[in-house]
């Protein structure tokens, strides 16, 4: 009898591990006024404006801190882009309650500057990227016919650096990487950019990032306007549709309604239920 107890105990718990659910939060660590929305959708009308929010989020469970997008944070960004109400990405995720050292992984959805300039911010995590967004960014992109705009030098050096010192995993096309946490390619925004899907306390949630800038994209049907492969981007807002019970736990990558789509936890941070 006590070994069968045992092994109801073991398979239960072997459940509860597989059935690990997160809480998933929206970060706003600044915002950059008036950008134009045909810079994000593609056809868009030309005098359109937008303040964009951006963001990292933090998904929180089963003992781990994931960051997913670090943000940017060095001087240059600030000589080109006029930003404001900005908080450092590492303090802004420190305002939900995570010091940075605290971070376990940080999965980067692409390697532009405004997702992936605030890697070297959490010092402790372990760093998951497509393989082909990696070896594209670290050598081909910089031949006479590769294209590297929005890549910085110093971000892609810190994860040569972080793969030197077995923190940079590659990952191969669309799988789990973490329990409850899968990642899929997607929307050619960069050379192979990726989203990810939370098993999450209130269903599954897709964090899309710039595979989905606003949710105009979804509502509408529409590309985002920086894309290698607008068919490709279109494609996989649809296979999002199916990752989901509900639309609305698709979340875009830069739609300041995000933060006033949840509960507010703290200035500039939501709880995406």
Same mark, same amino acid.
Request: net charge negative; aromatic share 10%.
């Given at each position: 009898?006590?070994?069968?107890?045992?092994?109801?105990?073991?398979?239960?718990?072997?459940?509860?591990? =597989?059935?690990?659910?997160?809480?998933?939060?929206?970060? @706003?660590?600044?915002?950059?006024?008036?950008?134009?929305?045909?810079? &994000?959708?593609?056809?868009?009308?030309?005098?359109?404006?937008?303040? *964009?929010?951006?963001?990292?989020?933090?998904?929180?469970?089963?003992? @781990?801190?994931? !960051?997913?997008?670090?943000?940017?944070? @060095?001087?240059?960004?600030?000589?080109?882009?006029? !930003?404001?109400?900005?908080?450092?990405?590492?303090?802004?995720?420190?305002? =939900?309650?995570?010091?940075?050292?605290?971070?376990?992984?940080?999965?980067?959805?692409?390697?532009?500057?405004?997702?992936? $300039? %605030?890697? /070297? &911010?959490?010092?402790?995590?372990?760093?998951?990227?497509?393989?082909?967004?990696?070896?594209?960014?670290?050598?081909?992109?910089?031949?006479?016919?590769?294209?590297? #705009? #929005?890549?910085?030098?110093?971000?892609?050096?810190?994860?040569?650096? +972080?793969?030197?010192?077995?923190? &940079?995993?590659?990952? $191969?096309?669309?799988?789990?990487?973490?329990?409850?946490?899968?990642?899929?390619? %997607? #929307? @050619?925004?960069?050379?192979?950019?990726?989203?990810?899907? *939370?098993? +999450?306390?209130?269903?599954?949630? !897709?964090?899309?990032? $710039?595979?989905?800038?606003?949710?105009?994209?979804?509502?509408?049907?529409?590309?985002?306007?920086?894309?290698?492969? =607008? +068919?490709?981007?279109?494609?996989?807002?649809?296979?999002?549709?199916?990752?989901?019970? /509900?639309?609305?736990?698709?979340?875009?990558?830069?739609?300041?309604?995000? &933060?006033?789509?949840?509960?507010?936890?703290?200035? %500039?941070? !939501?709880?995406?239920?």
């Amino acid at each position: 009898m006590r070994r069968i107890l045992l092994a109801i105990t073991i398979a239960l718990l072997a459940n509860i591990a =597989a059935a690990q659910t997160y809480d998933v939060y929206a970060i @706003r660590y600044a915002t950059i006024p008036g950008f134009p929305v045909n810079g &994000l959708i593609k056809g868009a009308d030309e005098s359109r404006k937008i303040d *964009i929010a951006m963001m990292v989020w933090l998904v929180r469970g089963g003992g @781990r801190n994931i !960051v997913v997008d670090s943000g940017f944070y @060095r001087p240059q960004f600030f000589k080109s882009w006029k !930003v404001n109400d900005f908080v450092r990405p590492d303090e802004a995720v420190a305002r =939900a309650g995570v010091k940075p050292e605290e971070v376990t992984d940080v999965i980067l959805t692409h390697a532009h500057w405004d997702h992936a $300039d %605030g890697a /070297d &911010l959490f010092p402790k995590a372990q760093i998951w990227i497509q393989k082909d967004e990696y070896r594209y960014y670290t050598a081909d992109a910089w031949q006479p016919d590769g294209k590297h #705009g #929005g890549i910085e030098l110093e971000d892609m050096a810190y994860l040569l650096r +972080a793969n030197t010192e077995g923190r &940079l995993h590659l990952v $191969d096309g669309d799988r789990e990487i973490l329990p409850g946490v899968r990642v899929f390619t %997607g #929307g @050619r925004h960069t050379w192979a950019s990726q989203y990810v899907a *939370i098993t +999450a306390k209130p269903g599954p949630i !897709v964090l899309a990032s $710039d595979n989905m800038y606003l949710y105009e994209n979804l509502d509408k049907h529409l590309p985002i306007a920086q894309t290698f492969d =607008a +068919a490709s981007n279109l494609a996989a807002q649809d296979r999002m549709k199916t990752l989901v019970k /509900d639309p609305r736990f698709i979340i875009p990558g830069h739609d300041p309604a995000v &933060l006033t789509r949840f509960p507010k936890v703290v200035d %500039g941070v !939501v709880h995406i239920e």
